[in-house]
């Protein structure tokens, strides 16, 4: 079974900038479209982003394109999802997850996801 791992969650002010990974120990992630989910208190989760399997192709929701970045370090096995000018309206729990029935070159963020991790959390306040 796919174990997928979120790290790099925190407190922050807001206009500050946090990077989260997800690592799949034992599993190589290139093989899978990856996605970033969040999840507010009282509200359904929403997709932020999402890469394809090879790499070549990204997605964002509006409200975080600018601000966000997802990426691949295929060395590492893992994907990063660097996010800055970070609002109070990012504060969620993130999750990453694979999904490998998707194109190879395409990703979509709004399909149910076969594989999810944990969470980890981000608050964005002052």
């Known amino acids: 079974q796919l174990q997928l791992v979120e790290s790099g969650g925190g407190l922050v002010q807001p206009g500050g900038s946090l990077r989260l990974s997800c690592a799949a120990p034992g599993f190589t992630l290139d093989y899978y479209a990856i996605g970033w989910f969040r999840q507010a208190p009282g509200k359904e989760r929403e997709g932020v982003s999402c890469?394809?399997?090879?790499?070549?192709?990204?997605a964002y929701t509006d409200s975080v394109k600018g601000r966000f970045t997802i990426s691949r370090d295929n060395a590492k096995n893992t994907v990063s999802l660097q996010m800055n000018n970070l609002k109070p309206e990012d504060t969620a729990v993130y999750y990453c997850a694979a999904d490998p029935y998707q194109n190879r070159d395409r990703c979509d963020f709004s399909v149910e996801y076969h594989y999810w991790g944990q969470g980890t959390q981000v608050t964005v306040s002052s």
């Open positions: 890469i394809s399997s090879s790499g070549g192709s990204t």
